[in-house]
């Protein structure tokens, strides 16, 4: 046996040391490629469905927005007409607190006569 027949021999027990090694490799590629093309195939069915649901939803939502700003656009001018009648109702009571005050302090001021006048007239008759 010479130097040639011993590297034929080492090259070809190396050969099978890598094939032993690379059929389960290639083996395990093959089941995760085909689980791989299950995979795409299912989301290929069901894609086309879940991008209906989704364009319809947002559509919703869509709908669902615009409804929501024209009720914030409702309740501002609701705001706006309740703040309106608040300054109104401030000013005429500030108005009516105005006119009322003379009329008041007079009402007093005549009582007050009134209980000075009665009591002179009554301490006058003891």
Known sequence: MNASDLFIILAGLSLVAIAVTLIPTILQIRRTYAKAEGLIDNVGKELPPLCQ???????????????????IDQTDKAFQALRQSADTLLLTSKLVKEAVRPIVTNIGGFSAGIRAFTHFLFRSRD
């Open 53 to 71: 649901r989704i364009t319809s939803a947002a559509g919703q939502v869509e709908g669902l927005a615009a409804s929501l700003s024209n009720k």
